[in-house]
């Protein structure tokens, strides 16, 4: 917590806040001091794997994996001097509840998979170190999550997951995780990466990594089901990385950027990609930005914004510390349809806030600031003659400078939905005025 949201917090707490808010602020505090930390810094949280399953529910896919499938298939150290890495491999049905099934037993085997998950090791016990530094020990499978996504499972993950059916011809899984620090005062930077997956065959004896023009480095997998893990530094990124299983052909770990993303992503001139405006979190989270980049044809394009790392926009896992780059990211290229007349194109984005997809707390930042979940985003790009835009709503107005390079603006507010239609008003260079209405919806 940063030293200014901490004294918020106490004074709040000190002055004795009446009402509900006030409740709030004195209940909602941060897990128990932990016991001291190991030599390398890390805080064991939870020293033995959860042993029950998870509740199980009408909404959502559950894990019931074999114990006599899962073996721990490779561990290496860590080049930073933490905890080693490890992968280890299970075989689970994939099982729905319905209506009135209260265990796990109870609900219908709808499908089997081969998973791989990434972990970590501490005193034997395989589990994850989150962005806090705080080691949780987590049994195999989903965490209870509802769906797959992103950077290899649900968002209710305690480890990363990557599971394929059996029953479906086998593809080899390659991905590159990019660790974060601590994600919660507001400025984020990448700490690490680590490569991890699965050979499409369980025969197969090694997987070779390369990084563009570097030379590959081979790895002999250990494991007796093709699984692989390989840390790397900070600044790698997943499409930059190939991985070649038996010399075979090269899986590429990430997208090229540019090489399409959703319909209609533009071509761009190479070397034009640039991080060129932010707005902090209401709630103290990530700031959030947008890229701008020109089109071949020379019209400037931006972004839908997300959560900035570094120089890079995706999105933070809160609970993992993982961080996803949005690459490509999908692009608005207003071109000729900015006039004077109509100087700015604006796109709003949603976010229904981690507590809300996760059911999990709020973040501290949120209630310590009292903020809505959610958040909505105004951006976009606006004409040369533009000076200022204000963004008028019914909560109040905001102004800002578009970016000198493209004329890219972006705010970021609390909440989910406006309560009123929002307004975009136009400073031109000759003082006169321009308002538009921001269209609202999907």
Request: aromatic share 4%; glycine share 12%.
């Amino acid at each position: 917590m940063t030293r200014s949201l901490r004294t918020l917090v106490l004074s709040a707490l000190a002055v004795g806040v009446a009402g509900g808010a006030g409740v709030a602020l004195a209940t909602q505090s941060r897990e128990p001091e932990p016991p001291p930390s190991r030599p390398d810094g890390v805080v064991v949280v939870r020293a033995k794997a959860p042993t029950q399953p998870p509740p199980v529910s009408v909404d959502r896919l559950a894990l019931a994996v074999e114990e006599d499938s899962m073996a721990l298939e490779q561990r290496v150290a860590d080049p930073r001097g933490g905890p080693d890495w490890a992968v280890r491999t299970f075989v689970a049905d994939v099982r729905q509840a319905g209506f009135g099934d209260r265990t796990l037993a109870e609900t219908e085997v709808v499908g089997r998979n081969r998973c791989v998950q990434l972990g970590r090791i501490v005193e034997d016990e395989f589990g994850w170190v989150d962005a806090q530094r705080r080691f949780r020990a987590v049994a195999p499978g989903w965490g209870g999550s509802m769906i797959q996504r992103g950077t290899g499972g649900g968002p209710g993950d305690a480890a990363p997951v990557r599971c394929r059916p059996t029953d479906a011809r086998p593809e080899a899984v390659a991905l590159l995780e990019t660790l974060v620090d601590d994600p919660t005062d507001g400025e984020t930077e990448p700490i690490a990466t680590v490569a991890w997956g699965l050979a499409a065959d369980s025969e197969t004896d090694r997987v070779a990594l390369r990084r563009l023009s570097d030379r590959e480095r081979s790895l002999r997998l250990d494991g007796r089901r093709g699984a692989f893990v390989a840390p790397a530094g900070a600044d790698v990124r997943a499409h930059e990385v190939t991985a070649r299983f038996d010399g075979g052909e090269p899986v590429r770990l990430g997208r090229l950027p540019g090489s399409g993303g959703w319909p209609g992503t533009p071509d761009l001139r190479r070397g034009t990609s640039r991080l060129e405006v932010r707005a902090p979190d209401p709630s103290g989270g990530p700031a959030l930005g947008a890229i701008t980049a020109r089109r071949e044809d020379g019209a400037w394009c931006v972004s839908q914004p997300a959560q900035v790392v570094g120089e890079r926009i995706g999105w933070v896992n809160l609970r993992l510390g993982i961080f996803s780059e949005a690459n490509p990211p999908n692009y608005v290229c207003p071109g000729d349809r900015l006039t004077p007349q109509q100087p700015i194109e604006a796109s709003t984005g949603f976010g229904a806030g981690s507590d809300v997809i996760n059911g999990t707390p709020p973040p501290f930042g949120r209630v310590a600031l009292r903020t809505l979940p959610g958040t909505l985003t105004i951006s976009g790009l606006t004409h040369p003659d533009v000076r200022l835009v204000t963004i008028a709503t019914e909560r109040g107005d905001r102004t800002l400078a578009p970016s000198a390079r493209s004329g890219a603006f972006v705010a970021v507010f609390d909440g989910d939905f406006p309560a009123a239609p929002i307004e975009l008003i136009a400073t031109m260079a000759d003082g006169s005025t321009v308002t538009q209405s921001l269209e609202m919806g999907f």
